[in-house]
């Protein structure tokens, strides 16, 4: 009996000090192409996005590493909320001192409908102990929050990684420049493209997700650090969507009264009607991801001006 209370608190010991150390000191493992922590490494920047697998989807880092010879970087969660993109970026200039020539923002229309929630684990693990605490007080404030989730947050999440790092780490880094996927997308297909169902029209505003682009906005004039919100160019049936066009409109609005830039998919030469350049309704192919990051290069560099 003594011999397995000691092997069950040496256990819980082990445990313990696994949960702690990925809580605090995961951000400072060096994952590399992709997370906070390796785009601190990279030094000064001349162009940083902060957004979803739109933007991990839709801009193409090789052509942009040639544009800035290399100083250029995409910080990309799936499903990553503009509650977290505040988060990310307080972690960027805390935990660094490097300059950022220009951060670009997703404006996804529908990101202001989503209800603040954790879409994507690699959000908490790029996060020190202090942004870890932020985001969850995010979530709670906003509601919905459960004892369940609070475990998955502070003890399950992440502890994949945590064991596998060495083997997975390498994988993944291959996937930077293929919008996170294993190979590179295939169009979906006009079949497919033009028969896909959606239905969106039920989605409403989260006064959370608003605030947070306020937020956004306001740290970064702030800091004088220069910015602008990007929206990618989604399948024409989408951007067609009337309750699409209603949340396009409501983020355009916002950022109009806080006098911030932005460049609309339309800014950009971009067919958005071909179905080869899309996987999906908001996802490109790697034609269309090719296609666009050359005409959005052109555009980005009249915005640094």
Same mark, same amino acid.
């Given at each position: +009996?003594?011999?397995?209370?000691?092997?069950?608190?040496?256990?819980?010991?082990?445990?313990?000090?696994?949960?702690?150390?990925?809580?605090?000191?995961?951000?400072? +493992?060096?994952?590399?192409?992709?997370?906070?922590?390796?785009?601190?490494?990279? $030094?000064?920047?001349?162009?940083?996005?902060?957004?979803?697998?739109?933007?991990?989807?839709?801009?193409?880092?090789?052509?942009?590493?040639?544009?800035?010879?290399?100083?250029?970087? =995409?910080?990309?969660?799936?499903g990553n909320q503009l509650t977290a993109t505040a988060i990310q970026y307080d972690e960027i200039?805390?935990?660094?001192?490097?300059?950022?020539?220009? +951060?670009?923002?997703?404006?996804?229309?529908?990101?202001?409908?989503?209800?603040?929630?954790?879409?994507?684990?690699?959000?908490?693990?790029?996060?020190?102990?202090?942004?870890?605490?932020?985001?969850?007080?995010? +979530?709670y404030e906003a509601g919905g929050t459960t004892p369940s989730m609070f475990y998955e947050y502070?003890?399950?999440?992440?502890?994949? =990684?945590?064991?596998?790092?060495?083997?997975?780490?390498?994988?993944?880094?291959?996937?930077?420049?293929?919008?996170?996927?294993?190979?590179?997308?295939?169009? $979906?297909?006009?079949?497919?493209?033009?028969?896909?169902?959606?239905?969106?029209?039920?989605?409403?505003?989260?006064?959370?997700?608003?605030?947070?682009?306020?937020?956004?906005?306001?740290?970064?004039?702030?800091?004088?650090?220069?910015?602008?919100?990007?929206?990618?160019?989604?399948?024409?049936?989408?951007?067609?969507?009337?309750?699409?066009?209603?949340?396009?409109?409501?983020?355009?609005?916002?950022?109009?009264?806080?006098?911030?830039?932005?460049?609309?998919?339309?800014?950009?030469?971009?067919?958005?009607?071909?179905?080869?350049?899309?996987?999906?309704?908001?996802?490109?192919?790697?034609?269309?991801?090719?296609?666009?990051?050359?005409?959005?290069?052109?555009?980005?560099?009249?915005?640094?001006?």
């Amino acid at each position: +009996m003594k011999k397995i209370i000691i092997t069950l608190a040496a256990a819980l010991m082990v445990i313990t000090a696994a949960v702690g150390f990925k809580n605090i000191y995961s951000c400072e +493992m060096p994952i590399k192409n992709r997370g906070i922590r390796d785009a601190l490494n990279s $030094g000064d920047l001349e162009v940083l996005f902060i957004g979803s697998s739109t933007f991990r989807s839709n801009v193409d880092m090789s052509l942009m590493d040639e544009a800035y010879d290399g100083k250029a970087y =995409d910080i990309s969660y799936g499903g990553n909320q503009l509650t977290a993109t505040a988060i990310q970026y307080d972690e960027i200039k805390r935990r660094s001192d490097n300059s950022y020539g220009l +951060m670009v923002f997703e404006l996804g229309p529908m990101m202001i409908t989503e209800e603040v929630a954790l879409s994507d684990s690699r959000v908490i693990w790029d996060l020190s102990w202090e942004g870890k605490r932020a985001l969850w007080k995010s +979530m709670y404030e906003a509601g919905g929050t459960t004892p369940s989730m609070f475990y998955e947050y502070f003890v399950t999440s992440g502890m994949d =990684d945590l064991l596998t790092f060495p083997v997975t780490e390498p994988f993944y880094a291959t996937r930077y420049y293929k919008g996170a996927k294993t190979g590179e997308t295939a169009s $979906g297909g006009r079949e497919f493209l033009e028969n896909e169902e959606f239905d969106i029209s039920d989605k409403e505003l989260v006064p959370a997700q608003i605030n947070a682009i306020c937020d956004i906005i306001n740290k970064c004039e702030r800091d004088k650090q220069a910015y602008v919100f990007l929206e990618s160019p989604c399948y024409y049936r989408l951007e067609e969507d009337v309750k699409f066009r209603e949340c396009r409109k409501e983020f355009i609005k916002l950022l109009d009264s806080l006098n911030a830039p932005y460049i609309l998919s339309s800014d950009v030469d971009f067919d958005n009607t071909d179905p080869e350049n899309y996987e999906d309704m908001n996802h490109m192919s790697f034609k269309g991801r090719r296609a666009y990051t050359k005409e959005l290069i052109k555009v980005l560099g009249a915005a640094r001006k």
